[in-house]
């Protein structure tokens, strides 16, 4: 399975209460069914999507059966469409080179890259593409421009390195590192690699399953954030079978902090940071920390320029 068909079916829910309107799940199940199968006629899929239509404007028990079913089938036609899910993959390498142009792009352009074909899907692949950008590559697609509808493509956190083989090769990789981060904090600041496996399966990321984002996955997480120091990958002391571990590597501690990850972690999921009420409490802690750490380096620094502004000593003498 795809990050996008993991991904999507994770979102099942939240794509439920979004299916458009009464008057728009017949055309949604029209354009379904005529990218699904060649071999429905033209005008009975009209008839098909008309009567779905009028019999979710009705009232009473019925029309909300009616309505539900008709989501169930259209949620379940859009998740297992494999044109679907490749036109929600193409966006996200569209998207993604325009992150790594740092372009701005327009509403119009990425019409262009969803085709006329798929125009009634625009809404839906967008909207997933941008999850999927934000989850796993850790860039958010923002609207700068509300009049022309023309977005720019920001790093979610100021991490250093975003996982691209080079700055020209590669799709970034910053919100799965900022998963996995969130994942060891949520863990007690370690976690065990069977749970971070556990957790990542979720988005659809599978340690032996070669992807268009990832490469190789278990070598991403286990290899290049490891020398990255963003990551930290040991056995688990008197373990049996032997098992291993993650932390958070130097790099991680020095370019973010706990709320930050949280604050992440829980926009993926949803979800507030204070409704977790001890990883906020110690979030709040580690600021306060690291505050009062800066405020020190401030004070020594200031001190040290403060000594060498003196007359400075002559240690040396010189021979006549």
């Not at 009464?22 to 033209?42: L, N």
């Not at 009232?59 to 490749?86: D, H, I, P, V, Y």
Request: with cysteine; glycine share 6%.
């Amino acid at each position: 399975m795809s990050h996008i068909q993991r991904h999507d079916q994770g979102f099942e829910d939240q794509l439920e209460e979004e299916v458009p309107a009464a008057e728009e799940v017949g055309t949604w199940e029209k354009v379904a069914a005529a990218e699904s199968s060649q071999e429905t006629a033209s005008s009975s899929a009209s008839s098909q999507a008309s009567a779905s239509s009028k019999a979710s404007e009705g009232s009473g028990g019925e029309a909300e059966g009616g309505q539900s079913t008709s989501k169930a089938c259209l949620r379940t036609k859009l998740l297992l469409n494999s044109k679907f899910q490749k036109k929600v993959i193409d966006l996200v390498k569209f998207l993604s080179s325009k992150y790594i142009t740092n372009e701005p792009v327009t509403e119009a352009e990425i019409l262009k890259s969803v085709g006329k074909k798929h125009k009634g899907y625009y809404s839906l692949i967008f909207k997933h593409a941008c999850e999927c950008l934000e989850v796993v590559c850790g860039i958010e697609v923002k609207e700068v421009d509300a009049l022309n509808h023309t977005y720019l493509l920001v790093k979610v956190l100021d991490l250093t390195y975003d996982g691209r083989i080079s700055n020209e090769e590669g799709i970034p990789k910053t919100g799965l590192l900022v998963l996995v981060l969130g994942i060891i904090f949520m863990e007690g600041n370690r976690a065990s690699e069977k749970k971070i496996w556990e957790v990542l399966n979720i988005v659809g990321v599978y340690p032996d399953q070669h992807d268009f984002i990832c490469g190789n996955p278990r070598k991403f997480i286990t290899e290049d954030l490891v020398l990255e120091n963003y990551l930290v990958y040991q056995p688990v002391p008197y373990s049996d079978p032997p098992s291993y571990e993650f932390l958070w590597g130097p790099r991680a501690q020095a370019e973010t902090s706990k709320m930050k990850v949280l604050q992440f972690f829980c926009k993926v999921a949803g979800s507030n940071p204070a409704s977790f009420a001890a990883l906020y409490k110690e979030a709040l802690e580690d600021e306060e920390e690291r505050a009062r750490a800066l405020l020190a380096s401030t004070a020594i620094s200031t001190a040290v320029d403060n000594s060498g502004s003196g007359d400075k000593p002559s240690g040396v003498s010189h021979s006549e």
